[in-house]
């Protein structure tokens, strides 16, 4: 057979098929299809081919027309793409923005393959009321359980009725969110809260980036945050605070930018390349240089010299954030109160358990967020603050709801000192929302005083379940105890193996499960002899540790100028949307 030019192309076009089939790549630009951009706000433009392209044979246009004209300026070209196998060529245009409103369509063509891709770029709606400053508190995985737990233990419920409603129920707008991201319906806290921070979709463990094929956790293409945002357009101030590492994920969306959230040496440059004004939480081995005991670094910079240098008032204990706070001086506060996460509110206020013994003055959420408040308040231009809830969700993980519930209780007094200080102003919008959801339901109660040959026997359902006994004399807002005899029966949809022991964990944190010689999770022999434990075979795979995040949707509630946008179901994405709408 005579091989034609046409046979050629043909044979070439079918060849490159295959590959895009079943080698690995499509055509892929991001923004990607259906991105929600604000106008003006900064991002990376990306296009990766799916084979080396010739530079000639690439056309990418929007709406019509070149991209240069559009952005203005070439991209650039890169033949084949580091790390990348089988090599491919790609395009990449850093930090445009597109100004002007609109419906755009994206066109990028290699002569052989075509990709079309539409964004939405929105203005900040006028109309929509304005506020001075935004307070984004995000409950780490909380849930409806959770919060109905927090109820139940914090104000009290007789025949049905509660005695009062938590802080967070008492808000005029409610919103169902959807929370899965770019690359799984199951979203992990890193792309979720990256969309609040950004309004676009990321991936499992991307922060302020569309996570690209390139093994680099560093050049992705990102998208700006909303600290970025603010200082850049406004010189608004910005505040981080949260009971986890400042690195870890929801704090670290706020401003940093990589593909992979573990990158925590890297984020604490990047939070302080954003000029954060008040930064508060654990995660100081991150800060120490790497002579330093207990250092995680691999370099020596000491991160408390460079924040000190750059005019930070630093606090590492209750009292010194005290007095941080007292001083009007402070303007830039840095708070590191633990090596890594801080104790949860039932080990730190409490039982004193955890690590409380090595830290013994850590502040609690609700400190930190008055303090945060006072500070950001003493700036003129306004404040965008976020407080996270980290706990919730680091004791979910392990099924220890009490310790989570707990932490819904501190969490929902953060929100009630929030709206305390946006009450007297009526120019702070407040948002509360978690990042994600935990398969965590309220079954019935277990009542040790019930005769049964079983503790599974002593669980009360339906009219049996009652009422439990749990009691705040001291009317601090928290069960006086988590021992009590007539509890709730809470319980996880899914597990590792582990031993039931429908009992508190007085001593420390659950531990569920432990790894074993190969390498699965089996249930922690530790907890095998408490009277009445009985091995639940976990549902699942056998490299889980702990308990994961579901997909269900997530409640927002909001008060103040632009909440009025709060309602019905929206996406995560649009969560940004509400909080740049209000901006003056
Ligand atoms: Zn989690």
Redesign the pocket.
């Known amino acids: 057979m005579k091989l034609t030019k046409g046979i050629i192309t043909v044979l070439a076009a079918a060849l490159a098929v295959a590959i895009s089939v079943t080698g690995s790549y499509a055509l892929t630009i991001y923004p990607i299809d259906r991105a929600a951009i604000l106008a003006g706000q900064r991002f990376d433009f990306k296009v990766e081919f799916d084979r080396v392209v010739n530079i000639q044979d690439i056309k990418v246009t929007i709406n019509g027309k070149d991209y240069t004209r559009v952005f203005g300026k070439n991209a650039e070209f890169i033949e084949k793409e580091k790390g990348v196998n089988p090599e491919a060529s790609a395009i990449i245009l850093r930090d445009v923005e597109i100004k002007t409103h609109g419906k755009y369509t994206v066109v990028a063509d290699d002569g052989m393959n075509r990709k079309v891709v539409a964004w939405e770029v929105y203005p900040i709606n006028r109309e929509i009321k304005k506020a001075k400053n935004i307070i984004l508190m995000i409950g780490?995985?909380m849930s409806i359980g959770h919060r109905t737990a927090a109820r139940i233990l914090s104000k009290g419920i007789t025949e049905g009725k509660y005695h009062s409603k938590l802080s967070m129920d008492d808000m005029p707008h409610m919103a169902l969110v959807g929370t899965s991201g770019v690359d799984s319906v199951i979203t992990?806290?890193a792309n979720s809260a990256s969309a609040y921070a950004t309004g676009h979709k990321s991936s499992v463990n991307a922060l302020g980036v569309y996570a690209d094929r390139t093994p680099d956790p560093f050049d992705d293409p990102k998208v700006e945050t909303i600290t970025e945002y603010v200082k850049r357009t406004r010189k608004m101030a910005v505040g981080i605070v949260t009971d986890a590492e400042v690195q870890d994920?929801t704090p670290a969306a706020m401003a940093a930018h990589t593909r992979r959230r573990a990158t925590k040496a890297e984020i604490t440059q990047m939070l302080f390349d954003v000029d954060v004004d008040v930064l508060m939480g654990g995660g100081s081995a991150y800060f120490l240089p790497m002579s330093t005991p207990g250092s995680k670094r691999k370099d020596n910079t000491d991160f408390f010299n460079v924040f000190r240098n750059a005019g930070y008032t630093i606090a590492t204990t209750k009292a010194e954030l005290s007095d941080a706070a007292s001083n009007p001086k402070t303007m830039k506060l840095l708070g590191q109160f633990h090596t890594g996460n801080m104790d949860c509110a039932l080990d730190n206020l409490f039982l004193r358990k955890g690590t409380t013994d090595k830290f013994p003055e850590q502040p609690g959420l609700v400190e930190m967020t008055k303090t945060a408040i006072d500070v950001l308040s003493r700036h003129k231009n306004g404040f965008v603050l976020m407080v996270e809830g980290a706990l919730i969700?680091?004791a979910?993980?392990p099924l220890d709801w009490e310790r989570a519930v707990i932490d819904t209780i501190q969490f929902d007094k953060a929100v009630e000192a929030a709206k305390g200080f946006a009450k007297k102003r009526k120019d702070t919008l407040i948002l509360v929302v978690a990042?994600?959801t935990?398969g965590i339901n309220i079954v019935g109660t277990i009542d040790d005083n019930k005769e049964a040959e079983q503790m599974r026997d002593k669980i009360g359902v339906y009219a049996d379940a009652g009422y439990p006994d749990y009691k705040d004399e001291d009317k601090d807002g928290y069960p006086d105890s988590i021992d009590v005899s007539k509890r709730l029966a809470v319980f996880f949809n899914n597990f590792p193996d582990y031993y039931e022991t429908f009992r508190p964990k007085l001593d420390g944190r659950f531990v569920p499960a432990v790894k074993n010689e190969k390498g699965h999770y089996v249930a922690n022999e530790k907890y095998k002899d408490v009277p009445g434990a009985v091995l639940r075979t976990g549902n699942l795979p056998r490299k889980a540790s702990d308990g994961?995040?579901t997909a269900d949707d997530v409640v927002l509630t909001a008060d103040g100028p632009g909440a009025e946008r709060v309602h019905g179901f929206m996406d995560n994405t649009e969560v940004f949307r509400v909080m740049v709408n209000a901006l003056r």
């Open positions: 780490d995985g992990d806290s994920a969700d680091k979910s993980h990042d994600h935990h994961v995040h």
